[in-house]
């Protein structure tokens, strides 16, 4: 069974650009999370998508956005890049949350680097 | 207070001795338990899921879970040079709508 993928690897964009990131869950999954990892930070919680709706987000700017398509993929955008948006972003996924929770399976990241 | 806390480390133990990794916790609503081991440059992989107190047991990995002191632990038994990575812990309540992570323990298991 394939696992969570990501692309690209790594981006690499200059101050006030904008950056895609892309994420597919692994099949059956249909809620996609989305964390920031920066160096010291620990995991940081992003955004939450499920069934195409964005359930939840965590304490960032407007600027981060996302949004998911009907076959459970996802996409995360950052506008008006900053330097300090550097960090490795990693996406999750689960079983659409019922009556409980369900474990996340990460993918390998995206590495962001802003000059 | 932040929803959970974790001893960063580094920790550093010799090939065969059993490594303890803790994490506390403050809203006694969590319900959900989890540990992830990140490698370098990858995304974190999950080792270890439980919600209720007590013990479970995977091999040489033991999560152990004391709600009553919002406390959680993992123990490495017989560790080894390619348990080093970094563990991170990780709960949720019973909604799943946001998960907090600890900050990591960086571990390094030396031959």
């Known amino acids: 069974e394939a696992g969570v993928t990501q692309s690209p690897t790594h981006l690499i964009k200059t101050r006030g650009q904008q950056a895609t990131l892309r994420c597919s869950p692994i099949?059956?999954?249909?809620?996609v999370y989305w964390y920031q990892q920066a160096l010291g930070l620990g995991l940081q919680f992003l955004l939450w998508?499920?069934?195409?709706?964005?359930?939840n987000r965590g304490n960032f700017p407007p600027r981060f956005s996302g949004r998911q398509f009907p076959n459970y993929s996802s996409e995360l955008n950052v506008n008006a890049l900053e330097l300090e948006d550097s960090a490795l972003y990693l996406c999750?996924?689960?079983?659409?949350?019922?009556?409980?929770?369900?474990?996340?399976?990460f993918g390998p990241g995206t590495r962001l680097t802003v000059t | 207070q932040k929803e959970v806390e974790q001893d960063p480390g580094p920790l550093s133990v010799p090939e065969g001795a059993i490594v303890s990794l803790n994490c506390t916790y403050s809203?006694?609503?969590?319900?959900?338990f989890m540990w992830y081991r990140q490698y370098s440059r990858k995304g974190p992989e999950l080792l270890m899921y439980t919600y209720s107190s007590g013990n479970k047991e995977d091999g040489r990995f033991t999560a152990q879970v004391d709600k009553s002191s919002k406390y959680i632990s993992l123990f490495i038994r017989d560790s080894q040079p390619s348990d080093s990575a970094t563990y991170l812990c990780a709960i949720t309540d019973n909604t799943g709508n946001q998960f907090y992570f600890g900050t990591g323990t960086s571990l390094t298991v030396i031959p």
């Open positions: 999750a996924s689960s079983l659409t949350l019922t009556s409980g929770s369900d474990e996340q399976y």
């Open positions: 809203n006694s609503a969590f319900q959900y």
């Open positions: 099949s059956g999954h249909t809620s």
């Open positions: 998508y499920d069934e195409g709706e964005e359930r």
